[in-house]
């Protein structure tokens, strides 16, 4: 047997058997004895009937004494008395309550043994346990697989029940041998043997067997996705590739234009990636940082090295509002270096000329005569030397012959592919890819473990203090008075909201249909509506109405979230605040506090659970990102935290990004020595990886391809 034989093959398994299975998603005998369960319960011994109510789960086993279908309303439910197999006078019971689950009924009966497991809620004056997990006790001749032992209890579906799950895997394990599952990951890794540890994941004799074959396991998923980044980033560096950055005049200029002085943390960056773009090989770098932190100077920065070059830069933007502004900001900056800047959207294309003081004829003479660092192909003056665009880069004619650096700004709203066509206009061009959205150190071992990872650290002073409060909705008055103040004082305001339109499904506020009653609220006070759907041009106008300050007040949707930078505006109100993740509720509040002013941020939510209010604390307590997004990650997930569609997390069967960060970074450590010693893997004691390689799926393992 291999580990890729189909179920087919396996004569214990039979055909409806491997039908339900192929069904569920279980292809493979790999698939089946990878199919982990989801928790144990210890049936040696089960919980005490519970009196009262509680938030942690209970198992209890008991008899049905009796079970009927009740109606109350149209509300239809099965419902059964649960009672203690020994009866004596203080025997326990509970009432068992399933919702619209019509299948239970014909599978549960008056007399059955059953196991139950759920959260014991009170219901009136009784205790019940509602959409609990259940399994039915049978007297047959395995019931020493479901009972009197630590029990698996693995996800399953309608027709194929945790119960038969528990004996087609059982009886797999039985029939494996050890010779046909040898060690995918070094014993100086983990020493425990991989079929033991498979048997004790899923039937461990104690939790500390349990403990041990888990760790194993997580071991081995986490070494074959490290091994696939480090065998990725060899293959990377071995690549051919230009030096992109000679001398750093340009870069000096601007600086000593500016009105302050740059962060250590930015001065640090830019020659880490200066040293990337001058060493000949291929760069591939994350720069990622707090909100406000100064990416976009770094960004131009670097642009600048790879002009000074003779190369073109690039620079990518979600959404055109954030490309216009990019533009306007680097026209500006590059105006008095006689550098062209040009931008390329969906809407608009508009490339400079040459600018007065760059003289292209006289550089080209340079250039023939060798006294300049520009090369021989030198361009003509209707490209520009940096251009800033959307999606609208990736196609028809970019003028991106010569892209010698791409810069992608928020990366994560972009896909793979995308990233990869921009990179193929140029010639082996250096790439940096740049989130606002700060990432837990595990997140970026796995996400962009073959990239070299730049953070900003560090916010630049003089930056106005953001004060945040978290409040109930009913405090919306009292916010619009505080609002109302700010801006009869001269400062501008962001509301923000979760939906465009009201939505019937939805219980949240839309920013088109409170954009009126903001009217009414701040009268005379001029207000501007924008959203996603709002036409480009239109946008464009809003956008310069708020920014010369003729806006006081925008009602926006999350279109705002990145890259706004207005210093007028210090306040900021989000309406239904707990719909937003944390690290999104924080790039928010990053659009103000960017001038001088005190600003505000008001998270109002209309949320009743205690949950909600104590995530949004979180905003009050602190406002460092990095902090936040470790918040977020562990309330949401990495998943959500990115975005599920463009995130490029690779599915884990077992392993947790959260709770086993030590073990993934055991894991690397590990992977990156064997690579560094065979970059091919093409010594014989290393040939066993390869056969672990085969089972990652390595096309989500890196952000940038």
Known sequence: MRWDTPLQELPWVGPQRTR????????????????FPKRWEDRNRFDRFPQTESDTPVCVMGMVQSAAVQRRGRARSFELRLVEEQSHALAGQITVRWFNLYWIEKVVATGMRLVVYGKPKRRGRQIVLEQPEFEVLEDDSSASLHLQRIVPIHRATEGLSTRVLRGVIWETLQRLESVALPNLIPSTLDPMARLEALRQIHFPDSFE???????????????????SIALRRAEQQAQPGLCHAKTSRLVEQLHSSLPFSLTGAQLRTIEEIRSDMASGRPMNRLLHGDVGSGKTLVALSTMLLAVEAGFQAALMAPTQILAEQHYLQFKRLCAPLGIRVGLRTGNRKEESGPLPLFDHDRWQQAVVSGSADRPAATPSSEQPDIIVGTHALLYGKGNLDRLGLAVIDEQHKFGVLQRATLRAQ???????????TPIPRTLTMSLYGDLD??????????RGKIVTVARDSSKLPEAAKFLREHLEAGRQAYIVYPLIDASDKLEAKAAASEFERWQGLLAPMPCALLHGRIPPEEKDAIMEQFRQGTTKAL??????????DVPNANLMLIENAERFGLAQLHQLRGRVGRGVHKSYCVLLTGAKEQE??????????????????????????????????????????????????????????????????????????????????????????????
Do not use: Y
Not at 426 to 436: E, K, N, S, W
Not at 453 to 462: M, N
């Open 453 to 462: 990872v730049s953070t900003l650290d560090e916010l630049p002073k003089g």
């Open 612 to 705: 909600a209010m104590e995530k949004l604390q979180i905003l009050e307590r602190t406002s460092n990102g990095f902090d936040i997004a470790e918040a977020d990650w562990d309330l949401r997930g990495p998943g959500d935290l990115l975005g599920t569609a463009q995130s490029g997390l690779p599915p884990l069967r077992i392993g947790s990004l959260v709770r086993d960060a030590e073990l993934m970074m055991q894991a690397r450590g590990a992977a990156f020595v064997i690579i560094e010693q065979d970059p091919k893997l093409e010594e014989p004691r290393h040939q066993i990886f390869r056969t672990l390689l085969q089972t990652i799926p390595t096309e989500n393992l890196s952000q940038v391809s």
């Open 20 to 35: 339900q299975l192929t069904r569920f998603g279980l292809l493979t005998l790999g698939d089946l004895v990878s199919h």
């Open 209 to 227: 067997d349990l403990s041990r074959a888990r760790k194993h396991l997580v071991l081995n998923e986490f070494f074959g996705m490290q091994l």
């Open 426 to 436: 140029g010639v082996c061009p250096d790439m940096l890819v740049m989130t606002a």
């Open 555 to 564: 009602i926006a949707t999350t279109v705002i979230e990145v890259g706004i």
